[in-house]
């Protein structure tokens, strides 16, 4: 259809072409590495928060999506400036900090910004307190516009969405929710982000040798659904050298829901189903450490101290025992009453996350939905296990890293000029629920930038404070330090 609709638009002149309002992010409807084939311009129809997609980041990671299957196509972000959500009031401005925040998250993560407003009578309007904010925001944009149209993407890491898995996998027998994996995405970004991690995301339908190179490591968080094609793809990619973190149900089910006799990429991780999903009924499993194990002091375990379990996911997957495990799991048991609250098995041999090197390939599986639980919970020691896997398996090398104070997303473009490091801060108690009505400034930023070979810097420039800040160039990185942030700092990278 949209093919037909396209040569339609060029009947009248070679020049025209069809564009529908698209969005959803990683539950968009069409197969968008497709539709990103054929697609010329992407409306990202992603106007603000509503009740389903709370979290302050839903905008960026739309762009991140757009940028997965558009290949540097145009991509526009539609923000709306009136009262987005459940309930919504059309004719009603939303917060100022709400609007910029979307329009930043608009740019920083590759999109171009589109704000409008519906009723305004042609911009006489009863409620006119949108429009400042516009006009003062396109007129930053305008001044420092050149930095502001990335060529690529500089990250090392890369999270397979699987949009099929999104869209018919209804999650567990013990857990089924048409929100299950919308809950599973939601735990994996806001653990990156708390990592300050810079990544990509990659579909599932483009997961040839070429596009994979550029990443150290991939993230498969429960992409229950995978062709054999796809899994062969995986296995390629880590005999190149990649590694890999998987979860709970990945690769159980071919491309039509069907399910396989074990995990696709078994043979690969050395994690073998034994048996269906346990679920935990409210109670959870924990995961013993292995004080036999001939490596205590594994990177996993880092930052656990004075503990001989950690918590486990609400469902897990039985895998088949393995040799020298790290994690064992503890089946979950009773709160109530008090009396009972022990565990009846409190040793095992099931592995609670299994571990293999392969030559600099590193893989890890968690067999159970770690992610989600982790959004259920705010569990502080889940939190920390994905994030020690996530460094592990890139052997903690991050190509920038930003340290201080604050929730903060990054996005680190090449652009004409140069580099272009965007930092959105997401330090307010509305970040995930509801419109920000206040943003926190953040304290000193510290960022470390490693740059390729023959690479010189000339100046460093912060966008919205409109000022340089010095730098220093040694061993192959620069660093410079952002003295503080409101909601939103760009630091331009100009090259010699």
């Known amino acids: 259809m949209w093919q037909r609709y396209d040569a339609i638009a060029k009947e009248k002149h070679p020049d025209n072409f ?15 590495a497709r539709l990103g084939k054929v697609s010329t311009w992407f409306q990202a129809d992603n106007q603000g928060r509503t009740f389903d997609d ?25 923000t709306a400036a009136y009262s987005t959500g459940t309930p919504g009031w059309r004719n009603a401005s939303k917060s100022p900090n709400e609007i910029r925040m979307w329009l930043s998250e608009s740019i920083a993560s590759g999109m171009a910004p589109y704000l409008h407003f519906v009723g305004a009578e042609g911009g006489r309007g009863e409620d006119r307190r949108w429009q400042p904010v516009g006009v003062e925001y396109f007129a930053w944009m305008s001044r420092h516009d050149r930095h502001f ?3 690529q993407s500089i990250a090392n890491l890369g999270i397979v969405f699987g949009q099929a898995t999104q869209l018919l996998y209804p999650g567990p027998a013990t857990s089924p929710s048409r929100q299950y994996m919308h809950e599973t995405t939601q735990g994996l970004y806001d653990a990156l982000l708390r990592g300050r991690f810079t990544f990509d995301f990659v579909h599932e339908d483009l997961l040839d040798a070429e596009r994979l190179s550029k990443y150290r490591a991939l993230i498969l968080p429960n992409v229950a659904m995978l062709s054999d094609r796809q899994c062969e793809q995986i296995r390629s990619y880590v005999r190149a050298g990649g590694s890999v973190v998987a979860s709970f149900e990945t690769g159980l089910y071919d491309e039509n829901l069907r399910p396989r006799r074990d995990l696709g990429l078994a043979d ?5 189903k034994n048996g269906d999903v346990v679920g935990t009924n409210g109670n959870p499993y924990y995961a013993r450490i292995v004080t036999t194990h001939h490596d205590k002091q594994h990177p996993l375990l880092r930052g656990f101290h004075e503990t001989n379990w950690l918590p486990g996911a609400e469902n897990r997957l039985p895998l088949q025992p393995v040799q020298d495990p790290l994690l064992t799991v503890v089946p979950g048991f009773v709160r109530y009453p008090p009396e009972l609250a022990y565990p009846p ?20 599986w968690f067999p159970g939905d770690i992610e989600r639980t982790y959004w259920l919970t705010g569990n502080g020691d889940l939190l920390k296990l994905l994030q020690n896997a996530i460094r592990w398996v890139l052997h903690d090398e991050q190509l920038v890293t930003v340290e201080g104070e604050g929730l903060v997303e990054n996005f680190f473009w090449e652009t004409d000029p140069g580099y272009a490091l965007h930092l959105l801060n997401y330090n307010s108690p509305n970040a995930q629920h509801g419109w920000l009505l206040s943003s926190g400034s953040l304290g ?20 919205r404070a409109e ?9 192959g990185r620069l660093q410079f330090t952002v003295p503080s942030m409101h909601e939103y700092e760009v630091a331009a990278i100009t090259l010699t």
């Open 18 to 32: 069809f564009f529908a309002n698209s969005g959803g992010n990683v539950r968009g409807g069409p197969n968008l």
């Open 444 to 463: 000193p930023q510290r960022v470390v930038v490693k740059l390729p070979s023959g690479v010189i810097v000339k100046t460093v420039e912060l966008l």
């Open 268 to 272: 690969l991780f050395g994690a073998h």
């Open 149 to 151: 149209t990335p060529r």
């Open 54 to 78: 709370s979290a302050v980041w839903g905008c960026s990671l739309q762009g991140r999506v757009c940028r997965a299957v558009l290949d540097g196509k145009f991509a526009a972000n539609v």
């Open 467 to 475: 000022q340089t800040v010095p730098f220093q160039c040694s061993d």
């Open 345 to 364: 098995v409190s040793h095992t041999d099931e592995p609670a996350v299994t571990l293999r090197e392969m030559g600099c390939s590193r893989l890890v």
